[in-house]
């Protein structure tokens, strides 16, 4: 499958994007996993895990193993915080932006700062559902003016394709996106239903 076969979803997840200065290439793919911090490897580790224990945990009935059941839960969700607090370190507020779309292609969000078609980017994107954070690189590959934006000072809707990515991490954002598309999904029924009643 092409990077451009993957779909998008619109939705907001807080992202950092620090653009490389014209001079620094992005590294090879040898170099970008070895560049990989810590708490993103270990992240992209226990997301690959978490997968594997949902699963392990919708198949245990809760009624045949209740006290189980809990402890699995719990021991997930002190892992899901402490994984929480160590990339919370790694959100950089200089850097930092909320997408207006994502998928596992590419990204957008909107800017004040323009970036030109081309400029390579450090991207960290912290995910909600799963729980976790992926550092990648990506390209400028859009970058157009937003319509509904003050003229004063108008917003830049910028879109990124990434150029490093770990499988895994896309196999992540793969999983995001579904699940924020089951959630408009739903929405969109209770409202369907709500304007019928």
């Known amino acids: 499958m092409s990077q451009d076969e993957y779909f998008s979803v619109r939705a907001a997840i807080r992202i950092n994007v620090e653009p490389l200065a014209d001079n620094q290439a992005q590294p090879d793919a040898q170099a970008f996993t070895a560049e990989i911090p810590a708490p993103f ?4 580790q226990c997301g690959q895990l978490d997968s594997d224990v949902e699963k392990d945990l919708k198949a245990i009935d809760p009624e045949d193993a209740s006290a189980l059941f809990r402890v699995l839960q719990a ?3 002190k892992m899901t915080l402490m994984m929480g607090y160590m990339l919370s370190h ?3 507020p200089d850097h930092r932006f909320v997408t ?3 998928g596992a292609s590419s990204f957008s969000y909107h ?3 323009p970036l030109k078609k081309g400029v390579h980017a450090r991207v960290k994107l912290f995910l909600d559902y799963p729980p976790t954070a992926i550092y990648c690189y990506g390209v400028v590959t859009r970058c157009e003016p937003h319509t ?5 000072n108008p917003d830049h809707v910028i879109q990124i394709q990434y150029t490093r990515l770990l499988e895994e991490d896309r196999d992540t954002l793969i999983r995001a996106a579904l699940h924020h598309q089951q959630k408009l999904l739903k929405k969109r029924a ?5 304007s019928s009643s």
């Open 100 to 102: 207006h779309a994502f």
């Open 190 to 194: 209770r409202n369907r239903k709500q």
């Open 148 to 152: 509904d934006s003050d003229q004063e």
């Open 75 to 77: 021991q997930n969700e």
């Open 90 to 92: 790694e959100d950089q």
């Open 41 to 44: 490897r270990l992240a992209s």
């Open 111 to 113: 800017s004040h700062s």
